[in-house]
T-cell receptor, first 114, second 112 residues
Framework: KQEVTQIPAALSVPEGENLVLNCSFTDSAIYNLQWFRQDPGKGLTSLLLIQSSQREQTSGRLNASLDKSSGRSTLYIAASQPGDSATYLCAVVDYGGATNKLIFGTGTLLAVQP | KAGVTQTPRYLIKTRGQQVTLSCSPISGHRSVSWYQQTPGQGLQFLFEYFSETQRNKGNFPGRFSGRQFSNSRSEMNVSTLELGDSALYLC???????????FGPGTRLTVT
């Protein structure tokens, strides 16, 4: 059974700092991995989608990497800003699984202090 | 392109009532899935529809049901509401069943 873990559960950094969020999954047979952010009481905003054949994806100040063999993904945020404060979630879709559902991690609550 | 829309955004219902939530996916997307989010359980998968067929169902009681129409719009229904059904219900659409998911703003359901 696929399990997704995110460390740390919460992180507080001063504005301008570069930071890394971690995501681990137990079964490397994934179809893709997606990073989301969620603001309080709101829906999920897709940040980056990495297909299983890819190693990384970049969008602006965000860079996500994927290492299937070790079951890990990282989300790198450069030059953090107070507007980056949110909960960050990673989720995987199992390859060829019967469920085709997103399996979410528990999230990292990020606070960027001005 | 317009994003995923969900209506209504907020609902207050009484125990025992039923409720219907609606989701309109991104134009051209044929897969719609539903998730329940609560502080205690996090994000839990309810079901997925693709071209009007239910592909998968999560571990929820039969009170939770859904359907998808020919225009890919989807509805989910919860009958005989319980206090524990209070949650944020999120709908996600994707181009195909294994593709990236794009979520709507959610419907906040409160059961009193």
């Amino acid at each position: 059974k696929q399990e997704v873990t995110q460390i740390p559960a919460a992180l507080s950094v001063p504005e301008g700092e570069n930071l890394v969020l971690n995501c681990s999954f137990t079964d490397s047979a994934i179809y893709n991995l997606q990073w989301f952010r969620q603001d309080p009481g709101k829906g999920l905003t897709s940040l980056l989608l990495i297909q299983s054949s890819q190693r990384e994806q970049t969008s602006g100040r965000l860079n996500a990497s994927l290492d299937k063999s070790s079951g890990r993904s990282t989300l790198y945020i450069a030059a953090s800003q107070p507007g980056d404060s949110a909960t960050y979630l990673c989720a995987v879709v199992d390859y060829g699984g019967a469920t085709n559902k997103l399996i979410f991690g528990t999230g990292t609550l990020l606070a960027v202090q001005p | 392109k317009a994003g995923v829309t969900q209506t209504p955004r907020y609902l207050i219902k009484t125990r025992g009532q039923q409720v219907t939530l609606s989701c309109s996916p991104i134009s051209g997307h044929r897969s719609v899935s539903w998730y329940q989010q609560t502080p205690g359980q996090g994000l839990q998968f309810l079901f997925e529809y693709f071209s009007e067929t239910q592909r998968n169902k999560g571990n929820f009681p039969g009170r939770f049901s859904g359907r998808q129409f020919s225009n890919s719009r989807s509805e989910m229904n919860v009958s005989t509401l319980e206090l524990g059904d209070s949650a944020l219900y999120l709908c996600a659409s994707s181009l195909e069943s294994m593709g990236g998911r794009y979520f709507g703003p959610g419907t906040r359901l409160t059961v009193t």
